[in-house]
T-cell receptor, first 116, second 115 residues
Framework: AAGVIQSPRHLIKEKRETATLKCYPI?????VYWYQQGPGQDPQFLIS???????DKGSIPDRFSAQQFSDYHSELNMSSLELGDSALYFC???????????????FGPGTRLTVL | AQKITQTQPGMFVQEKEAVTLDCTYD???????LFWYKQPSSGEMIFLIY??????QNATEGRYSLNFQKARKSANLVISASQLGDSAMYFC????????????FGSGTKLNVKP
């Protein structure tokens, strides 16, 4: 079965550079989530999109922005990178079926960003 | 306040034995879902098991079961017959209906299975 695809899998950038992470959700999933997981940390929710509209926002820095496109893929744009942005960035997708909390999030393999 | 609390940063278990990973949660919602994920050293997040707040029976998935005690707001993961491949980080997570598009994670428990 198709899973969530993230690209690139690894990315090395220098301070003050920009980075763009891409996420391709499972086909027919209508919701995309972005998480940041620092070394030894739990995943922190950044932002989510439902049907291409931003639906919720977590601890996403102002230097970051994200959007979901008409084909449902999503991109996380990160500018003025800092050393502390080095982390594993997960994208997850789910299919919302009414307002029930039952819907599992399927996670992508993550993009490991290293800022030097 | 922390939504999900996992009080065991690390656990050891002997191969073939059962182990319980603790998770308590905090919510005022009546409708919510609880999830457990496994994260091996390779980094991917693997869904293990789900428990809904209205589910009367404890969830089970193969060797995984969830000990759900609603009054205590706990959702402990029980792994029976541990295998070496179970060594990983385990995260408890919650979603509330009123914050449907947010997933709250605990800090995780690192499980080491000894041969």
């Amino acid at each position: 079965a198709a899973g969530v695809i993230q690209s690139p899998r690894h990315l090395i950038k220098e301070k003050r550079e920009t980075a763009t992470l891409k996420c391709y959700p499972i086909p027919r999933h209508d919701t995309v989530y972005w998480y940041q997981q620092g070394p030894g940390q739990d995943p922190q929710f950044l932002i989510s999109f439902y049907e291409k509209m931003q639906s919720d926002k977590g601890s996403i820095p102002d230097r970051f922005s994200a959007q979901q496109f008409s084909d449902y893929h999503s991109e996380l744009n990160m500018s003025s990178l800092e050393l502390g942005d080095s982390a594993l960035y997960f994208c997850a997708s789910s299919l919302r079926q009414g307002d029930r909390p039952y819907n599992e999030q399927f996670f992508g393999p993550g993009t490991r960003l290293t800022v030097l | 306040a922390q939504k999900i609390t996992q009080t065991q940063p690390g656990m050891f278990v002997q191969e073939k034995e059962a182990v319980t990973l603790d998770c308590t949660y905090d919510t005022s919602d009546q409708s919510y879902g609880l999830f457990w994920y496994k994260q091996p050293s390779s980094g991917e997040m693997i869904f293990l098991i789900y428990q809904g707040s209205y589910d009367e029976q404890n969830a089970t998935e193969g060797r995984y079961s969830l000990n759900f005690q609603k009054a205590r707001k706990s959702a402990n993961l029980v792994i029976s017959a541990s295998q070496l491949g179970d060594s990983a980080m385990y995260f408890c997570a919650m979603r509330e209906v009123r914050n449907f598009n947010k997933f709250y994670f605990g800090s995780g428990t690192k499980l080491n299975v000894k041969p």
